[in-house]
């Protein structure tokens, strides 16, 4: 049974890997939200009906609230003798979309850096002890991140910066996690129809999540440290 963990699991496309991932009974899916007194409706009637999503809170902006993430993983593990075998970071936020490079707000890059670098880190170093020879660690990124794509679409800065620091933060992940022969990419899912890709997003989250989970599951350890799209491209740093 392989194991999964990703956060965001409440909504958007962490909700949507959650569908698709718990449509497998041979699948054990472990789904972070920041607070379970946010809308869960749904993620409650999949843990329910399908009986192998475990719904476990984890604010990833909150240094605190990843600290007691190791505990809450242990005690699922526990039951089923598995490590994890996936290790998705999806939670992320874009606050400040209209932002440009002259009217950066400090407080929302602190937040972004914190929710978007930061979290993602702290997960990895936590559940680090708990992840399988050979498993997989995808930060979920953005095009934006990119240096190459962001040259042609400038827009939403705080977030750019944000993802940017994350695909390096990839980079030394895939080098420090090497011995253990774990493999971390970060991807970009496309412009996904969600609330937060808003306004003119093209992509199914479907689609986007399907092609996503194909991309990870046939992964080799010299892939280790690549940006890829979701449709099997690689994304130019």
């Not at 962490?14 to 809308?39: C, D, M, T, Y």
Request: glycine share 8%.
């Amino acid at each position: 049974m392989p194991t999964y963990f990703l956060t965001g699991a409440n909504r958007g496309i962490g909700l949507e890997f959650v569908r698709q991932l718990s449509s497998n009974p041979s699948n054990n899916i472990i789904a972070a939200v920041r607070s379970r007194k946010s809308e869960l409706n749904e993620l409650k009637l999949l843990a329910k009906t399908r009986g192998n999503v475990h719904m476990i809170e984890c604010d990833v902006s909150s240094i605190d609230s990843i600290s007691a993430l190791e505990f809450r993983v242990a005690e699922i593990l526990s039951k089923t003798g598995e490590n994890l075998n996936f290790l998705f970071n999806v939670a992320g936020i874009n606050g400040s979309s209209s932002d440009t490079s002259l009217s950066i707000d400090p407080v929302s890059l602190q937040n972004h850096m914190d929710t978007n670098v930061l979290g993602p880190a702290k997960i990895v170093e936590t559940l680090r002890r708990y992840l399988a020879r050979g498993a997989v660690v995808m930060n979920l990124s953005s095009g934006l991140g990119s240096m190459t794509v962001a040259t042609d679409v400038p827009k939403c800065c705080t977030y750019s910066i944000s993802k940017a620091a994350q695909n390096m933060l990839t980079l030394h992940q895939a080098r420090d996690l090497k011995r253990s022969q774990v493999i971390v990419i970060c991807m970009d899912p496309g412009w996904v129809k969600t609330s937060m890709g808003g306004k003119g997003a093209m992509v199914e989250p479907q689609v986007s999540i399907e092609g996503m989970l194909e991309i990870v599951k046939g992964l080799r350890r010299e892939d280790s440290g690549k940006f890829y799209r979701f449709d099997g491209t690689q994304v130019p740093w």
